[in-house]
């Protein structure tokens, strides 16, 4: 009964009526741990299930945290209003996949809480794991209304944390990366992106124009930090890396995926807008 009161109240607007839309986020939200779950329930999990599960949960509460923190510059390319309130329930949706993969970790540990206290006092990545972790709940649980209310507007302060949080979640993702950091890579491209919107000036931010060459810049940062890593980090020659950008025969490189990520974005925002200056009923 809570359950449902809790799901009931997730999907209503402000003004208390049912909103398609939040429904549907709460679905999409919903779904990778109902697949984990599945998955783990038919054997479908490969032959390490319990890293599997880890590997996905901390995958989706890093997308989904760069997703919270894409909400306000997809709000401004799009022309969307309507996602912003969306933006508390997907970042709460981040923290509890980080707090579910960290459950799972703990799982994997046989439940032996002092070997994972020890692991995570030891292990440099699963320290910046854990402060990353300890940030994103302390974020969701100050988003219930009334915290919000009571926290005014230090709220705001509170929550600009999510940026810190992010690089540190990017960083324990790199560092628990093996050889090959590509995906680590594209996850830092579309941060990057974020990053460089939120430095565009406010008023370039209003015209279509900034959206492309957004795509361009980030896919240079990507190129950037998978360089700089490998250089840094690696034994292998990252002008060799660096150079890979440029041969498609192995598929597209991050860099390459974000700049086609970027482009397809200013296309979309492109033909938004101009379906909305023919007087195109507004979207959602
Ligand atoms: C105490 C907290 C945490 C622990 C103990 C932990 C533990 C782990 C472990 C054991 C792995 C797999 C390492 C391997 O394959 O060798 C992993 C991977 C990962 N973790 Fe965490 N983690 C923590 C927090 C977080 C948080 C807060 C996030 C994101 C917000 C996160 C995101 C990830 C990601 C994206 C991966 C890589 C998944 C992949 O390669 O597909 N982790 N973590």
């Given at each position: 009964?809570?359950?449902l009161?809790?799901?009931?109240?997730l999907?209503k607007?402000?003004?208390g009526?049912f909103?398609?839309?939040?429904?549907v986020?709460?679905?999409i939200?919903?779904?990778p741990?109902?697949?984990v779950m599945?998955?783990a329930?038919?054997g479908?999990?490969?032959g390490?299930p319990?890293m599997e599960?880890?590997?996905?949960?901390?995958?989706?509460?890093?997308y989904?945290l760069l997703l919270?923190?894409?909400?306000?510059?997809?709000?401004?390319?799009?022309?969307?209003?309507?996602?912003?309130?969306?933006?508390r329930?997907?970042?709460?949706?981040?923290?509890?996949?980080?707090g579910?993969?960290?459950?799972?970790y703990?799982?994997?540990q046989?439940w032996?809480m002092?070997?994972?206290?020890s692991?995570?006092?030891?292990?440099?990545?699963?320290?910046?794991?854990?402060?990353?972790?300890?940030?994103?709940?302390?974020?969701?649980?100050?988003?219930?209304d009334?915290?919000?209310?009571?926290l005014?507007?230090?709220?705001?302060?509170?929550?600009?944390l999510a940026?810190?949080?992010?690089?540190?979640?990017?960083?324990?993702y790199?560092?628990?990366s093996?050889?090959?950091?590509?995906?680590?890579?594209f996850v830092?491209g579309?941060f990057?992106?974020e990053?460089l919107?939120?430095?565009?000036?406010?008023a370039?931010?209003?015209?279509w124009?900034?959206?492309?060459?957004?795509?361009?810049?980030?896919?240079?940062t990507?190129?950037?930090?998978?360089?700089?890593?490998?250089?840094?980090a690696?034994r292998?020659?990252p002008?060799?890396?660096?150079?890979?950008n440029?041969?498609?025969s192995?598929?597209?490189?991050?860099?390459v995926a974000?700049?086609?990520?970027?482009?397809t974005?200013?296309?979309?925002?492109?033909?938004?807008?101009?379906?909305?200056?023919?007087?195109?009923?507004a979207?959602?």
């Amino acid at each position: 009964m809570f359950l449902l009161n809790s799901v009931a109240s997730l999907v209503k607007d402000r003004r208390g009526r049912f909103s398609p839309l939040r429904a549907v986020t709460l679905a999409i939200l919903c779904a990778p741990m109902l697949q984990v779950m599945v998955l783990a329930a038919i054997g479908g999990l490969g032959g390490r299930p319990v890293m599997e599960a880890t590997h996905k949960t901390g995958d989706w509460a890093v997308y989904f945290l760069l997703l919270s923190l894409g909400v306000t510059p997809l709000r401004a390319v799009l022309d969307w209003q309507r996602i912003v309130p969306l933006r508390r329930m997907i970042g709460v949706a981040s923290a509890c996949y980080a707090g579910v993969h960290f459950l799972i970790y703990c799982l994997d540990q046989h439940w032996h809480m002092l070997t994972v206290a020890s692991e995570i006092a030891l292990r440099f990545y699963l320290t910046v794991g854990f402060v990353t972790l300890l940030g994103l709940l302390a974020l969701a649980t100050t988003s219930t209304d009334r915290m919000i209310a009571r926290l005014g507007r230090r709220w705001k302060k509170l929550h600009k944390l999510a940026y810190p949080l992010t690089v540190l979640a990017l960083f324990h993702y790199f560092l628990q990366s093996k050889a090959d950091v590509s995906a680590a890579v594209f996850v830092a491209g579309l941060f990057a992106w974020e990053m460089l919107w939120r430095v565009t000036p406010h008023a370039a931010r209003l015209n279509w124009w900034p959206v492309p060459l957004l795509a361009f810049a980030a896919a240079v940062t990507t190129a950037a930090v998978e360089f700089a890593w490998y250089g840094l980090a690696t034994r292998i020659d990252p002008m060799r890396v660096l150079s890979a950008n440029l041969d498609l025969s192995y598929g597209p490189r991050p860099a390459v995926a974000i700049l086609l990520a970027g482009l397809t974005l200013a296309l979309i925002a492109g033909i938004r807008r101009r379906w909305r200056q023919r007087g195109g009923v507004a979207m959602a």
